[in-house]
Nanobody
Framework: VQLVESGGGSAQTGGPLSLSCRYS????????MGWFRQVPGKVRVGVAV???????HYTDFVKGRFTISQDTAKNTLDLQMDSLKPEDTAMYYC??????????????????????RGQGTMVTVSS
């Protein structure tokens, strides 16, 4: 499966920004997808994921602010980010896992064990 992110850029604290990931290839009904982020020199962290059954999971620091959604007709995975904070500044990556996993595993161990990821898109939040 191939993943290409778009969106990102700069935003003010408290503002919104949206990311989109267009996927092609294998992605089918037994594909889990999600977003993770990484700051240079720091550990990669999961942000939001969608299980095969459509259930969504979020890491604690984005709950209530970020929303992940998938459009299977358009083959896109979106991340709507609201109430942005400077600490949200990072490179954001779209990822895919070619099987069904629990949301808890995807957002933790799965961040380091994905089957495919995009090239990343930078998000910068200024105070």
């Amino acid at each position: 499966v191939q993943l290409v992110e778009s969106g990102g850029g700069s935003a003010q604290t408290g503002g919104p920004l949206s990311l989109s990931c267009r996927y092609s290839g294998h992605a089918g009904y037994r594909t889990s997808m999600g977003w993770f982020r990484q700051v240079p020199g720091k550990v990669r962290v999961g942000v939001a994921v969608i299980e095969c059954n459509g259930n969504t999971h979020y890491t604690d620091f984005v709950k209530g602010r970020f929303t992940i959604s998938q459009d299977t007709a358009k083959n896109t995975l979106d991340l709507q980010m609201d109430s942005l904070k400077p600490e949200d500044t990072a490179m954001y990556y779209c990822a895919a896992w070619l099987d069904c996993y629990s949301g808890s595993w995807l957002i933790n161990e799965g961040t380091h064990n994905h089957d495919a990821r995009g090239q990343g898109t930078m998000v910068t939040v200024s105070s």
